[in-house]
């Protein structure tokens, strides 16, 4: 049976679901914190529970990155098995963007094999069951910029998480030519 908790971050309270060792969803802060639980209800079928040692192993990560460590969340399993099998390698690729990076849309859909998948990418990646272990907020269009976020608040949610993050993104023109753009924390 699968379960939920919700756990405060600097970005608000964040929510995971899971089933047995496996991670079934994340959901990053709603307006209220029961707005967030009844979304991630809704979402999975789980009922709020106390999590499992692994889940607070997790939930730990996912926070201290929150908190601007560069924490490595690659060691968390996530239950794809719901998830089309294109989905599933735009979330791989999407995956291995390391914090305080980024990449586009057209970046993700080179990696598979053809850049005119870049719309498909961002459809895909509006449906990630797992931000923040699926980093979709590393995503941004052509030459950096910022489009729809599909997280409560939208671009200015992916902007305070690319900014706790340190990521430097888009290639404006400055004196000397071609300088990267610090996001900078609000």
Request: aromatic share 6%.
């Amino acid at each position: 049976m699968a379960r939920f908790s919700l756990f405060p971050t600097p970005v608000g309270d964040c929510g995971i679901a899971w089933n047995g060792d496996m991670v079934v969803a994340t959901y990053l802060p709603e307006k209220t914190s029961a707005e967030t639980a009844a979304r991630l209800a809704a979402r999975t079928g789980a009922t709020q529970g106390a999590p499992p040692a692994h889940i607070r192993r997790v939930i730990r990560s996912i926070t201290a990155l929150l908190d601007g460590n560069r924490t490595d969340l690659s060691f968390i399993a996530c239950d794809f098995s719901g998830v089309d099998p294109f989905a599933e390698k735009v979330y791989a690729v999407t995956r291995a963007i390391p914090a305080g990076e980024t990449l586009t849309y057209g970046d993700i859909a080179t990696r598979l094999g053809d850049k005119r998948f870049a719309q498909r990418v961002g459809q895909e990646l509006g449906r990630n069951p797992f931000p923040i272990i699926v980093p979709c907020h590393r995503v941004v269009g052509a030459n950096g910029r910022l489009t729809g976020f599909s997280a409560h608040g939208g671009v200015e949610t992916k902007l305070k998480l690319l900014a706790i993050e340190g990521a430097s993104i888009g290639e404006p023109q400055g004196l000397f030519g071609h300088l990267p753009m610090a996001v900078k924390p609000q």
